[in-house]
């Protein structure tokens, strides 16, 4: 297999735009970044700065450590993804039909380890080590809708460096760059299919989109924080993420485009968090997140072939929780989001996409004065969706989607 030279992101996009994709949040986004955050639905989590995973959401909360932090964990994400209550009308007629209802869902892992140094009382350096995707959703061999379902399997690790400065007492500044590392595979295909009254014999498949690829990539993300005294303080941070322009080697409707590039137009993201502790033994905390996703209008090569047209609306998260410092052993956290769709008019199965509600809940043990274990886990519960989508070459695909899923994290945490 040739090597490819493709940003992490644009696999998933390819996937995303093209076929089923195991999304967690709106559009391809998944929150997997700790297993802290995810106790308490992220709420807080760009200001919050209880461990050295803060760098993933701000990298100006780095300023909050006055000594050295590491933190190491590992995130589980359990999948149920179901397509039920299809039709399908086929331009080939021995396909066409009801769909048997299919259980697409997997479960990934999503590893991470992150290092904060501070330098000085002004400049803290940090670098972090986790997976942004790691997800797979694939069909049934037989699937008569293969053309729209088929295989989507796709990972990526994500290398952050990131540096913050102390401007005063009240304000801290920080930023990062990404180099980031992504695989993916993509399979879309139409059965063989059994042509009736004639002894058995069958229509050959045929494949419709065949991508392998993987390749390195860049970003980067600047934040802010303001400390208004020790027990109230806000955070907001800003991740751009330009169009790219992507090769590789692959094959759509059965013709060779590894000669031209792809054109993929990516969200920039907002986030705004905040942290109160309103007594010694209670905080509350929450975060609201801006996606821009309509900007992601359709995939395109640069020889003018338009591959794929969605027409995704912006996306928000809206999460809030709270903590309870039981005592020097244990704390314990809570929280809910609500994750709007990436989705508007146009409607497919094959982004099993909706509004979603997030119900998480953890707790830190703490093993002595300087280290401590996170335990997170959260319920993540989609919509029926009826879509549909259709192609003039392949037919039209009708479905009941519903994406729910289970999330569990541990996390070991150490300062120095």
């Given at each position: 297999?040739?090597?490819?030279?493709?940003?992490?992101?644009?696999?998933?996009?390819?996937?995303?735009?093209?076929?089923?994709?195991?999304?967690?949040?709106?559009?391809?986004?998944?929150?997997?970044?700790?297993?802290?955050?995810?106790?308490?639905?992220?709420?807080?989590?760009?200001?919050?700065?209880?461990?050295?995973?803060?760098?993933?959401?701000?990298?100006?909360?780095?300023?909050?450590?006055?000594?050295?932090?590491?933190?190491?964990?590992?995130?589980?994400?359990?999948?149920?993804?179901?397509?039920?209550?299809?039709?399908?009308?086929?331009?080939?007629?021995?396909?066409?039909?009801?769909?048997?209802?299919?259980?697409?869902?997997?479960?990934?892992?999503?590893?991470?380890?992150?290092?904060?140094?501070?330098?000085?009382?002004?400049?803290?350096?940090?670098?972090?080590?986790?997976?942004?995707?790691?997800?797979?959703?694939?069909?049934?061999?037989?699937?008569?809708?293969?053309?729209?379902?088929?295989?989507?399997?796709?990972?990526?690790?994500?290398?952050?460096?990131?540096?913050?400065?102390?401007?005063?007492?009240?304000?801290?500044?920080?930023?990062?760059?990404?180099?980031?590392?992504?695989?993916?595979?993509?399979?879309?295909?139409?059965?063989?299919?059994?042509?009736?009254?004639?002894?058995?014999?069958?229509?050959?498949?045929?494949?419709?989109?065949?991508?392998?690829?993987?390749?390195v990539g860049f970003g980067f993300n600047l934040g802010t924080v303001y400390e208004?005294?020790?027990?109230?303080?806000?955070?907001?941070?800003?991740?751009?993420?330009?169009?790219?322009?992507?090769?590789?080697?692959?094959?759509?409707?059965?013709?060779?485009?590894?000669?031209?590039?792809?054109?993929?137009?990516?969200?920039?993201m907002v986030e705004f968090s905040g942290y109160h502790k309103l007594n010694p033994?209670?905080?509350?905390?929450?975060?609201?997140?801006?996606?821009?996703?309509?900007?992601?209008?359709?995939?395109?090569?640069?020889?003018?072939?338009?591959?794929?047209?969605?027409?995704?609306?912006?996306?928000?998260?809206?999460?809030?929780?709270?903590?309870?410092?039981?005592?020097?052993?244990?704390?314990?956290?809570?929280?809910?989001?609500?994750?709007?769709?990436?989705?508007?008019?146009?409607?497919?199965?094959?982004?099993?996409?909706?509004?979603?509600?997030?119900?998480?809940?953890?707790?830190?043990?703490?093993?002595?004065?300087?280290?401590?274990?996170?335990?997170?886990?959260?319920?993540?519960?989609?919509?029926?969706?009826?879509?549909?989508?259709?192609?003039?070459?392949?037919?039209?695909?009708?479905?009941?989607?519903?994406?729910?899923?289970?999330?569990?994290?541990?996390?070991?945490?150490?300062?120095?």
């Open positions: 297999m040739n090597k490819k030279r493709l940003f992490s992101k644009s696999v998933v996009t390819v996937a995303v735009t093209l076929a089923s994709q195991q999304a967690l949040a709106a559009g391809f986004q998944l929150n997997a970044q700790s297993a802290t955050g995810l106790g308490r639905a992220f709420a807080g989590d760009a200001v919050i700065a209880d461990n050295a995973s803060v760098m993933a959401r701000n990298a100006a909360a780095m300023s909050l450590f006055d000594k050295p932090a590491l933190s190491l964990g590992i995130n589980a994400i359990d999948t149920d993804i179901k397509v039920k209550n299809g039709s399908y009308q086929s331009t080939n007629p021995f396909l066409t039909g009801d769909l048997g209802s299919q259980q697409v869902g997997d479960t990934s892992y999503a590893p991470n380890i992150y290092y904060i140094h501070p330098i000085n009382d002004k400049f803290t350096v940090g670098a972090g080590l986790y997976s942004n995707f790691g997800t797979k959703t694939e069909f049934s061999s037989d699937y008569a809708a293969n053309a729209f379902g088929g295989l989507t399997d796709v990972k990526s690790v994500n290398l952050a460096l990131s540096a913050s400065y102390r401007l005063n007492q009240q304000w801290s500044v920080g930023g990062g760059v990404d180099v980031i590392y992504g695989a993916g595979k993509l399979k879309r295909y139409m059965p063989a299919a059994e042509i009736l009254n004639t002894g058995g014999m069958t229509t050959p498949e045929m494949s419709l989109v065949d991508i392998d690829a993987d390749g208004l005294n020790e027990d109230n303080r806000f955070g907001l941070s800003y991740r751009y993420s330009p169009e790219l322009k992507v090769d590789g080697d692959m094959h759509y409707a059965g013709g060779d485009i590894s000669n031209s590039e792809l054109k993929i137009p990516l969200p920039d033994k209670f905080a509350v905390h929450y975060s609201v997140q801006w996606i821009g996703w309509s900007v992601f209008d359709q995939l395109e090569t640069t020889n003018g072939y338009n591959l794929n047209t969605y027409e995704w609306q912006d996306g928000w998260h809206y999460a809030i929780g709270g903590t309870y410092y039981m005592n020097k052993d244990w704390t314990l956290r809570a929280g809910y989001m609500y994750d709007t769709s990436a989705q508007d008019n146009r409607t497919s199965i094959s982004v099993p996409d909706s509004d979603r509600q997030w119900f998480s809940g953890g707790f830190t043990y703490h093993l002595d004065s300087k280290s401590n274990i996170d335990v997170g886990v959260t319920y993540l519960r989609g919509e029926d969706v009826r879509a549909s989508e259709s192609n003039p070459l392949l037919g039209t695909v009708t479905a009941t989607t519903r994406a729910n899923a289970w999330l569990y994290g541990v996390q070991y945490s150490r300062s120095f």
